[in-house]
């Protein structure tokens, strides 16, 4: 099982499942030279969004911890601790931002771009 | 008159806490904008908290006591005159005088001038050391007086007299006291409630004569107090003598400026705390009601204020009576009384629970079908806030359920729980259940509804009520606090955080994923636990991997733009000139920078994760361990350089802060710890400031807790004195691991120990003297973690599974991230902070 990530050029085969461990995450370096924070919940359920922290600007998200607020994933910046819904990117602290989200998907093969 | 005053004029005569409080529903009503108010306060200082006068005798200072904010005054653009009482009221010209000769005219007069406390007539009343009770004032000189003698006797068996003779008893006096009716508290409390507390009173060493009137004060040959006559012909001896013989309402002011007084006094007032002109109001204690009562209790002198302020406002609201429900701890005996106390409604019927033994009596009055009309509560008035705002309805349990203790027949299950959403629960300022439920805690409750701040007896129910204050609960995740959970992982050998949360979360938590609060902190008992359990100690296996924090993740400090610090241990802060060049070697060829620590080590900046590595490999070949920077861990244990080189040290310090820093290494704890061993009391190493700190004496050391620096420095306390190196390390095994066990999560040893119950001294109880019998647990719980240390660094490095986690990009594993970049700065390098470039807020396109 691969986790695979769509960006414009296609779907981008980031690792393999098993690199990921459930309630951490990965980061991506995408083909435009930026960067994606990718996750795998308990459930083997993945999820993708930007890297880059907006409070610090610094490429951290994916060092953060993932959790559950209202039966939906976040995960907390490891600098200043505000939260990002892990689906929609929206920052739970602050209704104002917002991170980008990557459609995201497992598959069985590693599949071409 | 074409020159009316634009803005009316407020005088209000009295600054009380029923002043205060006038003033406060001014304010609420924006009426401090509209008008001009002044304050004519005889007192020296503004509005205090008089019900809890005595409390100034257990250490609360004037300023404690203070209900007059600061900048209350400025911000309202009142006019405060203290010291400054008023002396006449002139009606016609619509004036007031103060003592100063000051001449205020106003529009609205208002009166709370309040009482004064009655002193019976009876010859020699006037002798040095006879003394009343009723303001700051009055407390310092009976303070002042009572420094020199060692009795004292109290008029008065009321309220005021039993608190005036816990007064004189905290002073040390031995204390009696003298009431004329056949009981205690006769207005408050029936015959059975006065025996429980006359009995209980008595058991303090206090005398207590009931039924017997003061005849004469009798002096000495000085002519201050030496004793009294009593009307059974008896004489006791005394030093001093306070009146307490119940209040009068001050209505000369009223009286002069022919305002109509009541036949036994009070200004007399309308249902709109009116007197009889319609300029003046009345309020509080100095006030005769519409009802014909003189209130002396703070709830119907609030309930006087809120309806002069309505009626300012021409708004209608009526003062009719008041509840006279009360709750006190007098000497230390809780009491209270509400409702139809007395069983004064006819066909009422009364449920008595009475035991002498411990001073315990409870009646509840109810009618025939069950309608609780009052009750009195002596040595157990738990119950009291939820009684009262029952009174009037029938109880959702029966009556008897109500008044026999807890663990005797039936519990008692009702909790604040079974009141109406409209109860009063607090009486003093009229405020409701749902007014309080709907604040998030305490002191937004104080602050928003003022309930509480009155006499304070509702603030045990408001607790209860409030959500937050009854979840003690660590996060959303789990109901119970960090302590609660560190005896479930330890009793349940718990190891995994799924089957933690899964088994004992809340049931919306469970199945989920947690949280950022409760991971870190399981993952943080586990570790300390991990020998014990048989866990793995390595912090970053299996399950405990998803726990860490960062920077426990990477095993190093996370900095502003993504890059790490790496500090490697550095015991005692002594260090050979070889390992000192290893270092220097590694910053330079990684390009670190490099600055000297607080706690006696160097701290290398702007590390990539995937240099970590490397980084470490240098290190531990040099013989350098990891100095768990990064954890809630043991950090360092500073030192001076003690005995061996300095001329004044008395111990080798050095070597006690290398052996106590190895010692406890990789310990996890609830927070961070820092400690210091300084080598004679001139404490060069600070250890006063430190979790733990120890100093060295001539015969051993001494051992201080719970210091701190930071944003709220705290002076460790002594624990213990003249230690042998063994003794030292065995209290210090005990003090770690008790801490580890019931502190809650980020609380530093400072907090924990303020926190704690009975203090300093419980903690000797349980770590010197092993009042709990914990100790041999304690200490091998300690031989564990010693035994089972292992360099987390060193473990790391021969791992290459381990060591698949130190990478910028799990899809470029070599690849630096080119966002953390330097710059230079004083021949080091700084991050480059514009190379983050931060996307505008709500950014994403």
Same mark, same amino acid.
């Given at each position: 099982?691969?986790?695979?990530?769509?960006?414009?050029?296609?779907?981008?085969?980031?690792?393999?499942?098993?690199?990921?461990?459930?309630?951490?995450?990965?980061?991506?370096?995408?083909?435009?030279?930026?960067?994606?924070?990718?996750?795998?919940?308990?459930?083997?359920?993945?999820?993708?969004?930007?890297?880059?922290?907006?409070?610090?600007?610094?490429?951290?998200?994916?060092?953060?911890?993932?959790?559950?607020?209202?039966?939906?994933?976040?995960?907390?910046?490891?600098?200043?601790?505000?939260?990002?819904?892990?689906?929609?990117?929206?920052?739970?602290?602050?209704?104002?931002?917002?991170?980008?989200?990557?459609?995201?998907?497992?598959?069985?093969?590693?599949?071409?771009? | 008159?074409?020159?009316?005053?634009?803005?009316?004029?407020?005088?209000?005569?009295?600054?009380?806490?029923?002043?205060?409080?006038?003033?406060?529903?001014?304010?609420?009503?924006?009426?401090?904008?509209?008008?001009?108010?002044?304050?004519?306060?005889?007192?020296?200082?503004?509005?205090?908290?008089?019900?809890?006068?005595?409390?100034?005798?257990?250490?609360?200072?004037?300023?404690?006591?203070?209900?007059?904010?600061?900048?209350?005054?400025?911000?309202?653009?009142?006019?405060?005159?203290?010291?400054?009482?008023?002396?006449?009221?002139?009606?016609?010209?619509?004036?007031?005088?103060?003592?100063?000769?000051?001449?205020?005219?106003?529009?609205?007069?208002?009166?709370?001038?309040?009482?004064?406390?009655?002193?019976?007539?009876?010859?020699?009343?006037?002798?040095?050391?006879?003394?009343?009770?009723?303001?700051?004032?009055?407390?310092?000189? *009976?303070?002042?007086? %009572? +420094?020199? @003698? !060692? $009795?004292?006797?109290? /008029?008065?068996?009321?309220?005021?007299?039993?608190? =005036? &003779?816990?007064?004189?008893?905290?002073?040390?006096?031995?204390?009696?006291?003298?009431?004329?009716?056949?009981?205690?508290?006769?207005?408050?409390?029936?015959?059975?409630?006065?025996?429980?507390?006359?009995?209980?009173?008595?058991?303090?060493?206090?005398?207590?004569?009931?039924?017997?009137?003061?005849?004469?004060?009798?002096?000495?040959?000085?002519?201050?107090?030496?004793?009294?006559?009593?009307?059974?012909?008896?004489?006791?001896?005394?030093?001093?003598?306070?009146?307490?013989?119940?209040?009068?309402?001050?209505?000369?002011?009223?009286?002069?400026?022919?305002?109509?007084?009541?036949?036994?006094?009070? *200004?007399?007032?309308? %249902? +709109?705390? @009116? !007197? $009889?002109?319609?300029? /003046?109001?009345?309020?509080?204690?100095?006030?005769? =009601? &519409?009802?014909?009562?003189?209130?002396?209790?703070?709830?119907?002198?609030?309930?006087?204020?809120?309806?002069?302020?309505?009626?300012?406002?021409?708004?209608?609201?009526?003062?009719?009576?008041?509840?006279?429900?009360?709750?006190?701890?007098?000497?230390?005996?809780?009491?209270?009384?509400?409702?139809?106390?007395?069983?004064?409604?006819?066909?009422?019927?009364?449920?008595?629970?009475?035991?002498?033994?411990?001073?315990?009596?409870?009646?509840?009055?109810?009618?025939?079908?069950?309608?609780?009309?009052?009750?009195?509560?002596?040595?157990?008035?738990?119950?009291?806030?939820?009684?009262?705002?029952?009174?009037?309805?029938?109880?959702?349990?029966?009556?008897?359920?109500?008044?026999?203790?807890?663990?005797?027949?039936?519990?008692?299950?009702?909790?604040?729980?079974?009141?109406?959403?409209?109860?009063?629960?607090?009486?003093?300022?009229?405020?409701?259940?749902?007014?309080?439920?709907?604040?998030?805690?305490?002191?937004?409750?104080?602050?928003?509804?003022?309930?509480?701040?009155?006499?304070?007896?509702?603030?045990?129910?408001?607790?209860?009520?409030?959500?937050?204050?009854?979840?003690?609960?660590?996060?959303?995740?789990?109901?119970?606090?960090?302590?609660?959970?560190?005896?479930?992982?330890?009793?349940?050998?718990?190891?995994?955080?799924?089957?933690?949360?899964?088994?004992?979360?809340?049931?919306?938590?469970?199945?989920?994923?947690?949280?950022?609060?409760?991971?870190?902190?399981?993952?943080?008992?586990?570790?300390?636990?991990?020998?014990?359990?048989?866990?793995?100690?390595?912090?970053?296996?299996?399950?405990?991997?998803?726990?860490?924090?960062?920077?426990?993740?990477?095993?190093?400090?996370?900095?502003?733009?993504?890059?790490?610090?790496?500090?490697?241990?550095?015991?005692?802060?002594?260090?050979?000139?070889?390992?000192?060049?290893?270092?220097?070697?590694?910053?330079?060829?990684?390009?670190?920078?490099?600055?000297?620590?607080?706690?006696?080590?160097?701290?290398?900046?702007?590390?990539?994760?995937?240099?970590?590595?490397?980084?470490?490999?240098?290190?531990?070949?040099?013989?350098?361990?990891?100095?768990?920077?990064?954890?809630?861990?043991?950090?360092?244990?500073?030192?001076?350089?003690?005995?061996?080189?300095?001329?004044?040290?008395?111990?080798?310090?050095?070597?006690?802060?290398?052996?106590?820093?190895?010692?406890?290494?990789?310990?996890?704890?609830?927070?961070?710890?820092?400690?210091?061993?300084?080598?004679?009391?001139?404490?060069?190493?600070?250890?006063?400031?430190?979790?733990?700190?120890?100093?060295?004496?001539?015969?051993?050391?001494?051992?201080?807790?719970?210091?701190?620096?930071?944003?709220?420095?705290?002076?460790?306390?002594?624990?213990?004195?003249?230690?042998?190196?063994?003794?030292?390390?065995?209290?210090?095994?005990?003090?770690?691991?008790?801490?580890?066990?019931?502190?809650?999560?980020?609380?530093?040893?400072?907090?924990?120990?303020?926190?704690?119950?009975?203090?300093?001294?419980?903690?000797?109880?349980?770590?010197?003297?092993?009042?709990?019998?914990?100790?041999?647990?304690?200490?091998?719980?300690?031989?564990?973690?010693?035994?089972?240390?292992?360099?987390?660094?060193?473990?790391?490095?021969?791992?290459?599974?381990?060591?698949?986690?130190?990478?910028?990009?799990?899809?470029?594993?070599?690849?630096?991230?080119?966002?953390?970049?330097?710059?230079?700065?004083?021949?080091?390098?700084?991050?480059?902070?514009?190379?983050?470039?931060?996307?505008?807020?709500?950014?994403?396109?």
């Amino acid at each position: 099982m691969t986790v695979e990530l769509r960006v414009s050029e296609g779907w981008l085969t980031v690792c393999e499942l098993s690199a990921l461990i459930p309630g951490r995450g990965v980061a991506a370096l995408l083909p435009d030279g930026s960067q994606a924070a990718v996750f795998v919940d308990r459930a083997g359920r993945p999820y993708a969004i930007a890297n880059q922290d907006p409070f610090t600007g610094a490429q951290v998200l994916s060092r953060g911890l993932v959790g559950t607020v209202a039966g939906r994933a976040f995960v907390a910046s490891p600098l200043l601790k505000q939260r990002f819904d892990l689906e929609s990117g929206r920052c739970l602290d602050h209704d104002e931002v917002a991170v980008r989200t990557y459609p995201v998907r497992t598959a069985a093969t590693s599949a071409a771009r | 008159m074409a020159a009316a005053t634009p803005t009316p004029a407020i005088v209000l005569i009295g600054h009380g806490m029923v002043g205060q409080r006038y003033l406060e529903a001014l304010a609420e009503r924006g009426a401090t904008a509209t008008h001009r108010i002044t304050v004519l306060c005889e007192e020296p200082r503004p509005a205090y908290d008089r019900v809890h006068l005595t409390s100034y005798f257990s250490g609360s200072t004037p300023e404690d006591l203070s209900l007059t904010p600061p900048g209350f005054m400025a911000e309202h653009g009142i006019e405060l005159h203290l010291g400054d009482p008023a002396e006449a009221v002139d009606r016609e010209a619509r004036t007031v005088t103060s003592r100063s000769g000051r001449v205020f005219p106003y529009d609205v007069l208002v009166l709370a001038t309040g009482s004064h406390p009655f002193v019976p007539p009876v010859p020699g009343k006037d002798a040095p050391g006879c003394f009343v009770y009723r303001t700051i004032e009055d407390l310092l000189e *009976i303070e002042e007086y %009572a +420094r020199t @003698r !060692t $009795s004292g006797s109290v /008029v008065g068996g009321g309220l005021l007299g039993l608190e =005036a &003779a816990g007064a004189l008893q905290g002073l040390g006096l031995t204390t009696r006291i003298v009431e004329f009716a056949p009981r205690l508290m006769p207005v408050q409390i029936d015959e059975g409630g006065g025996t429980a507390l006359l009995r209980t009173i008595e058991n303090m060493g206090l005398t207590v004569h009931t039924g017997v009137g003061t005849q004469e004060i009798l002096t000495g040959e000085d002519g201050s107090v030496a004793g009294m006559r009593l009307s059974d012909g008896s004489t006791v001896a005394t030093d001093l003598v306070v009146f307490s013989a119940g209040v009068r309402p001050r209505d000369q002011l009223a009286r002069a400026a022919g305002l109509t007084v009541g036949e036994r006094g009070g *200004i007399g007032i309308d %249902a +709109r705390c @009116r !007197t $009889s002109d319609p300029r /003046v109001y009345a309020i509080g204690e100095c006030a005769l =009601a &519409a009802d014909g009562r003189v209130y002396g209790l703070v709830a119907p002198g609030y309930e006087m204020a809120e309806t002069a302020a309505e009626d300012l406002l021409g708004r209608a609201k009526e003062f009719t009576g008041a509840d006279l429900s009360t709750k006190l701890k007098l000497l230390g005996v809780d009491v209270a009384s509400f409702g139809d106390a007395h069983g004064a409604a006819s066909g009422s019927l009364a449920v008595v629970y009475s035991d002498s033994r411990s001073g315990v009596y409870k009646k509840l009055v109810v009618s025939p079908e069950g309608v609780l009309l009052g009750g009195v509560l002596v040595g157990d008035a738990d119950s009291y806030g939820l009684l009262r705002p029952l009174t009037g309805s029938v109880p959702p349990v029966a009556p008897e359920q109500l008044v026999l203790p807890a663990g005797l027949g039936a519990p008692v299950t009702l909790g604040p729980s079974a009141l109406p959403d409209t109860a009063v629960i607090c009486s003093c300022h009229n405020v409701t259940k749902k007014a309080i439920t709907a604040c998030a805690d305490l002191a937004e409750v104080k602050k928003c509804t003022n309930a509480g701040t009155g006499c304070g007896s509702c603030v045990k129910v408001i607790g209860r009520l409030l959500p937050s204050a009854a979840d003690k609960g660590l996060c959303r995740c789990f109901p119970f606090s960090r302590s609660e959970l560190y005896e479930i992982v330890r009793t349940r050998r718990l190891t995994s955080y799924e089957r933690l949360l899964d088994g004992h979360g809340r049931p919306e938590a469970r199945g989920g994923e947690g949280c950022e609060v409760c991971k870190p902190a399981v993952g943080s008992i586990i570790a300390s636990l991990a020998p014990t359990l048989g866990a793995s100690g390595y912090v970053l296996d299996g399950e405990q991997a998803a726990l860490q924090d960062t920077n426990d993740h990477f095993l190093a400090n996370l900095q502003r733009n993504g890059s790490y610090s790496v500090v490697p241990r550095i015991p005692g802060g002594e260090i050979t000139p070889d390992k000192l060049i290893v270092i220097g070697e590694v910053a330079r060829d990684f390009g670190l920078y490099a600055k000297i620590t607080g706690g006696q080590r160097i701290d290398l900046f702007g590390a990539g994760v995937e240099q970590l590595p490397r980084i470490w490999a240098r290190l531990v070949d040099a013989g350098f361990e990891s100095g768990h920077a990064y954890g809630k861990a043991l950090r360092t244990v500073k030192s001076c350089v003690g005995q061996t080189w300095c001329r004044f040290g008395v111990q080798d310090s050095v070597r006690m802060a290398i052996d106590l820093e190895l010692r406890y290494r990789g310990l996890r704890a609830p927070h961070k710890l820092k400690s210091a061993v300084s080598g004679c009391a001139r404490e060069c190493a600070e250890a006063q400031s430190k979790d733990f700190g120890v100093i060295a004496t001539a015969s051993g050391w001494n051992l201080y807790v719970g210091g701190n620096g930071g944003a709220t420095p705290r002076h460790a306390d002594l624990l213990a004195q003249d230690l042998s190196d063994a003794e030292l390390v065995r209290l210090l095994d005990r003090f770690l691991m008790f801490y580890i066990r019931t502190a809650e999560q980020l609380e530093r040893t400072s907090t924990w120990l303020d926190r704690l119950e009975g203090g300093l001294e419980h903690l000797r109880d349980v770590i010197v003297r092993d009042s709990l019998g914990l100790c041999a647990e304690l200490e091998s719980l300690m031989a564990d973690h010693v035994a089972h240390y292992r360099d987390e660094w060193a473990e790391t490095l021969q791992d290459p599974e381990r060591l698949r986690r130190f990478v910028s990009f799990v899809n470029a594993p070599g690849a630096p991230d080119p966002t953390v970049r330097f710059v230079p700065e004083r021949d080091q390098v700084k991050p480059d902070l514009t190379a983050l470039t931060l996307l505008p807020v709500g950014g994403p396109r």
